[in-house]
């Protein structure tokens, strides 16, 4: 089946704890993206990743990073987390950039 | 400046109703695509439609509509004779070909009630 997994789903952590979520896919997509959202904010891109060793910031880069060694994975680091990143994050990929993004199942992130 | 406006926030309608959710969008590009995806209460973002800006064209897909106007840089989404399924959060987007970005609007909580 065609999907975007993430791990884990449902996530508490406190300050300062070094935290990564991993995100998946299995459609050989080329383009893959982080977003978080918040109530009466929307989905804000945090990075993408075009191809293999290809990532970008999005518009709400600080206090994360990505790497994207294999094409399929995908990983979100927060080096030291802070409770202003308390979130639900989506992970998405797509055949290519502004191709139809499918979603991952979502990640809800507590940081106390 | 990239952006998507959603400017209602919450809309409630009774069963069988149609409704209309509005999505005004921003980009210098002149190149782009607009989507929508819906998010059910059960947190799931689901791919609705995706419209490239050459194509003017109206699509109906089902008791779903889409009105995309250049003009007014708007895509509007119509759900006819709306179901108790209807509710969920619905958001709009816009990707523009350079840039490899996607601009989310802050979504439209629909509720339709029984």
């Known amino acids: 089946e065609a999907q975007v997994t993430q791990n884990p789903r449902y996530l508490i952590t406190v300050t300062g704890k070094k935290l990564t979520v991993t995100c998946s896919q299995n459609m050989n997509h080329e383009y893959m993206s982080w977003y978080r959202q918040d109530p009466g904010l929307g989905l804000r891109q945090i990075y993408y990743?075009?191809?293999?060793?290809?990532?970008d910031k999005g518009d709400v880069p600080e206090g994360y990073k990505v790497s994207r060694k294999e094409k399929r994975n995908f990983p979100l680091i927060l080096e030291s987390p802070s409770p202003n990143q308390t979130s639900l994050y989506f992970c998405a990929s797509s055949l290519y950039g502004p191709d139809t993004q499918y979603f991952g199942p979502g990640t809800r992130l507590t940081v106390l | 400046a990239q952006k998507v406006t959603q400017a209602q926030t919450e809309i409630s309608v009774v069963e069988k109703e149609d409704v209309t959710l509005d999505c005004v969008y921003e980009?210098?590009?002149?190149?782009?695509?607009l989507f929508w995806y819906k998010q059910p209460p059960s947190g799931e973002l689901v791919f609705l439609i995706r419209?490239?800006?050459?194509?003017?064209q109206n699509e109906i897909s089902g008791r779903y509509s889409w009105n995309f106007q250049k003009s007014t840089s708007s895509f509007n989404f119509t759900i006819t004779a709306s179901q108790v399924v209807d509710s969920a959060v619905y958001f709009c987007a816009l990707s523009p070909l350079t840039g490899n970005q996607f601009y989310f609007g802050t979504g439209t909580s629909l509720t339709v009630i029984p």
């Open positions: 980009t210098r590009d002149t190149t782009y695509y």
């Open positions: 419209r490239n800006s050459f194509d003017e």
């Open positions: 990743s075009m191809n293999v060793e290809v990532t």
